[in-house]
């Protein structure tokens, strides 16, 4: 799952970044509302955590310019505005739920999966599949031929990048930026190594190979392709 933050404040956007993405979704994060804006119109989010103090333009307008490009994603409004003519005022413009700052993290955590677990019409949209794999988004939880696979958050998130994008080539840069909100650094060998540990978790004693190697390029989630890697 992934998630848009938009959020001007520097240690309340950090803050919900990574507790964001140590649940296991994946996050950006941005600073202003027009980043916001272009953001959700170009990056297909499950959900939007958006706050309504913003430079640039506000969230009302965030929101505003979200529903009018057609976007339906869930949005959260978090914000220390905690007046009931706000609250409703987002309501009316489209969000979907309206928490006030200060927040306990749990509670907003239990909303964004109770947000992201509405915006799809059934549990089963919420399902990943790749040959005898399946992927659970709201459960988090990988099956293959089943058999449960246990993953960490990072392991989880790089596959559900495989799997929302089955048969493209995801070079390194681009699953660094994805996975772990960084430029790739062709120094190390962060991204090859967690590639190789998701392939045993998945591919290791099943067939047939899903992970395969594509020399030079990057790697991909196939099924049908020779699979090049060592």
């Known amino acids: 799952m992934k998630i848009l933050i938009v959020e001007d404040e520097p240690k309340t956007g950090d803050y919900l970044k990574q507790g964001l993405t140590e649940a296991g979704f994946v996050t950006d994060l941005a600073r202003d509302g027009w980043e916001g804006l272009e953001l959700a ?11 309504v103090m913003l430079p640039g333009i506000n969230g009302w307008q965030v929101l505003e310019g979200v529903r009018r490009a057609g976007i339906d994603m869930p949005v959260l409004f978090l914000s220390a505005r905690d007046q009931v003519e706000d609250r409703v005022k987002g309501l009316e413009l489209g969000a979907d739920d309206y928490l006030v ?4 993290f749990a509670e907003l955590l239990a909303r964004v999966r109770s947000l992201v677990r509405r915006g799809n019409s059934s549990m089963d949209s919420a399902v990943l599949k790749a040959a005898d794999l399946e992927l659970d988004l709201l459960r988090r939880r990988a099956m ?10 990072k392991e989880f998130a790089l596959l559900e990048l495989f799997m929302r994008r089955q048969g493209e080539v995801l070079p390194r840069s681009l699953i660094a930026s994805q996975v772990w909100d960084m430029n790739f650094d062709s120094d190390t060998n962060v991204i090859d190594v967690a590639v190789r540990r998701l392939r045993v978790k998945i591919d290791e004693g099943f067939e047939p190979r899903l992970i395969h190697t594509v020399r030079g390029m990057g ?7 020779e699979d090049d890697a060592s």
């Open 219 to 225: 790697y991909v989630l196939e099924t049908l392709i």
């Open 41 to 51: 119109k170009a990056g297909h989010y499950d959900l939007m955590v958006l706050d």
């Open 101 to 104: 700052k200060p927040f306990a």
């Open 144 to 153: 293959r031929a089943g058999h449960k696979i246990d993953l960490t958050a």
